[in-house]
């Protein structure tokens, strides 16, 4: 009898990663923190034991030195925090402060240009794309995941399956979109997902991201798009039409009422009022 099969793996990393999974963290967690976790003891050359304060501080040190960003520092910050002191009751993180974060206000499109963009999108796929992320609000992650059973055409709305923070949420789901959804429907069983690639598997956010790009180029327009320009300009309209901003917290799935109040500072409602001294 292999008794390996019934004892998890001795590697740390390995139980490492069967512990956050236990806790349910995204795949995306648990590889972020296992690289950041790996590379700090690689750095360090120290067992997990072994390692200090102080070399848990020099290499989030060297991290900020080599030019990445605070939220990326930040990343590597928790997952040194969750290893080294839930796991391993180490406590030094008290003398280790985070990265200060970068403080940027969103890109966001006017209403012309997103008509444009959709206007100038003849591929009907990649027009509803464009048209889901912008009239839902929805994350790129989101929409990759949407299958046909989450749309509800008599009460259009759309449930986000498990979004960020692994939280369902409704949307709601604009009109102009319901006759081709429903052509879909007639294709698909309940099951399929929504977008597909050319192999009959779910479409991925790469290919998301270069119809988004594609679109806005097509379109003439300079600014920087994404997938999230487009979620970025749905809150701010839904904003500058009058939606009451926690209405907009819950379609976006924000956890904090700070994280979407982040819109204010880009709406129009309040500066259009006022005129410049050159006018």
Known sequence: MNKNQYFPSQDPMVKLAQEMRLRNFSVKTIKSYTYYISD?????????RS???????????????VG????????????????????????FFADIPRAHKEKH??????????????????????????????????????????KMFDIDFDRKMLRVYQGKGKKDRMVILPEKLLPILKIQATLKIPKDFLFTNGRGGRLNEAAIQK???????QAGIGKNVSPH?????????????????RYIQELLGHAKLQTTEIYTHVANNNLAKIKSPLD
């Open 229 to 245: 320009t487009l979620r970025h300009s749905f809150a701010t309209h839904l904003l500058e039409n009058g939606t009451d901003i």
């Open 211 to 217: 119809i988004v790009s594609h679109a806005a180029g």
């Open 40 to 48: 700090c003891l690689k750095k360090s050359n120290k067992s997990a």
């Open 68 to 91: 990445l960003s605070s939220s990326t520092i930040n990343t590597a910050y928790s997952a040194l925090q969750f290893y080294f002191q839930t796991i391993l009751h180490r406590n």
């Open 51 to 65: 390692v200090s304060g102080g070399d848990v501080r020099t290499y989030l040190e060297n991290l900020a030195e």
């Open 105 to 146: 206000l969103p890109i966001v499109l006017s209403k012309e240009e997103v008509k444009k963009m959709i206007e100038i999108t003849k591929n009907p796929k990649h027009n509803c794309i464009i048209s889901l992320l912008y009239g839902t609000g929805v994350r790129v992650s989101e929409l990759t995941h949407i």
